[in-house]
């Protein structure tokens, strides 16, 4: 055979395979987890300008204003207090504020948090203020001093539980079971579980409470972008035009005798000048130990609010974490948890020391407010003390300011708290969030987090907790209806007991871990260590 010189033409290559991609990245870009917030302005090392740093603290401390000014105004007309002694009272938590947070952000956690009254005592101290209301006393100011006393008495004790937990280490051990599953619905929790002091609040007076909501979301959020020079302004001092625009409004309501003839829970929401503190607050009092009197120890009175300080170690546990976020630092290690709840019982020892009505925690409207100004600076807070003392000590300047009527506080948490709330959710990016068994979890813990407390809040009294020892209702019912006690027990239960060991990976733990450690990340000392180097002032026999 004899070839013809044609060679047949060569096999088609075979199609490239095709690669499937993961359906996000089909339609749009996915992103990847991010250990830090990348929009902030100013992190926990960075600093504003001196002028900027000052107006900033002046909001932080506008801010806590509110609750400290709503628990005053709760219990110490119960307690048969005048305005005279719910303005001393006032003076006493701003006071103790002060002094607490300076010891978290000097030696504590060392995170930009303020430090505030807690509501987590309310149910406490409501149960020493009824075991005296049907004794005799010569007149309703001696109710009040020895009301006082006795929660001195309860809260000085109980401050023993939180040193307890803190220096012992035996939170921050605790806290090493957690991971970024469970933080999840825990810090959405700390957010959420305070819906109550926000629309409810603001609805009482709803003319005030409504525009001030909607002026902050446009003057912060829309604004902003109508002039490059306005945004910096308004992102970060928005809050303080918007508060002086709804109290202006406030005031000729009150003036134009708007609120005359209506109902006597009308007039408390709404008119500047129903608080009567500027009338009655010193031009000068400082706070000093015992000034109530020699404080009464009752163990009825001791157990309920050891009950609350349990609770507070949990909430500012969480308020702590949503506060790194914000603050641009990784999440406080398991040794920085423990110290801090250790001087949080410190702080709670001075609080009976000093007469306040209530233990204190971290305030989650002021981890909100870093949130909404993008400033994350330690010094911010720091600075905050200052204005905190001067209206401490300088009654009437104080009093001043707290005359802002309760329903403008309520618009600014509702969004605030949402904040926090919020960055709770972002933790989820460290998890298998496709996983059947985290998102059962996390819903178990989120959904029962709300609920058990809401139950518990409505049926305090006659709920599931009513035996004859009233210290006993006392605890668990304080216990119960915390948001993030609830979430936390049921979120760390769940999540180390339903096949935790194949699901390591999936929970988040590789990532969460290595912050859990001293020396677990270069950064945790950065972000956690102490303004000196301690262990170069001490021997190394001590260390």
Known sequence: MVENGHQQPPAPAPP?????????????????????????????????????????????????????????????????????????????????????????????????????????????VLSII????????????????????????????????????????????????????????????????LFGRGFPQLATCVELGLPMLVFLVVFQQYMKHLHPSAHPILERFALLFCIGLVWAFAAILTAAGAYNNVREI????????????????????????????????????VFGMMGAALVTTVESTGTFIAASRFAGATPPPA???SRSIGLQGVGQLLDGIFGSIVGTNASVENVGLLALTHVGSRRVVQIST???????????FGAFFASIPLPIFAAIYCV???????????FIQFTNNNSMRNIYIMGLALFLGISIPQYFVMNTGHGPVHTGGGWFNDILNTIFASGPMVALIIGTLLDNTLDAHHTHDERGIPWWAPFQHKKGDSRNDEFYSFPIRISDHIPTRFL
């Open 16 to 124: 490239p395979p095709t690669v499937q991609q993961p359906l996000g990245a089909a339609r749009g870009p996915a992103y990847p987890p991010a250990e830090q917030l990348l929009q902030l302005n100013y992190c926990i090392h960075s600093n504003p300008s001196w002028a900027q740093t000052a107006i900033l603290a002046f909001q932080h401390y506008i801010v806590m204003l509110g609750s400290i000014v709503m628990i005053a105004s709760i219990l110490v007309p119960q307690m048969g207090g005048s305005h005279g002694d719910k303005a001393r009272v006032i003076q006493v938590l701003l006071f103790m504020s002060g002094i607490n947070t300076l010891l978290q952000a000097l030696c504590g956690t060392r995170l930009p948090t303020v430090m505030g009254p807690s509501f987590a005592y309310m149910l406490a």
């Open 130 to 193: 009824n075991d005296f209301r049907d004794e005799d006393f010569p007149s309703e100011h001696e109710r009040f001093l020895h009301t006082m006393r006795a929660i001195q008495g309860s809260i000085i004790i109980s401050s023993f539980i939180n040193m307890l937990l803190g220096f012992s280490r035996a939170w921050g051990e605790f806290t090493k079971l957690l991971s970024p599953l469970i933080v999840v619905p825990y810090v959405c929790v700390v957010g959420l579980g």
């Open 266 to 301: 009308t007039k408390q929401s709404c008119r500047t000048d129903r608080s009567f503190l500027i009338s009655s607050a010193p031009w000068i009092k400082i706070p000093y130990p015992f000034q109530w009197g020699t404080p009464i120890f009752r163990a009825s009175h």
């Open 335 to 337: 040794h920085v948890l």
């Open 386 to 396: 200052v204005f905190m003392f001067f209206f401490a000590i300088f009654g009437k």
């Open 416 to 426: 605030l708290y949402g904040l926090v709330a919020a960055v709770g959710v972002t």
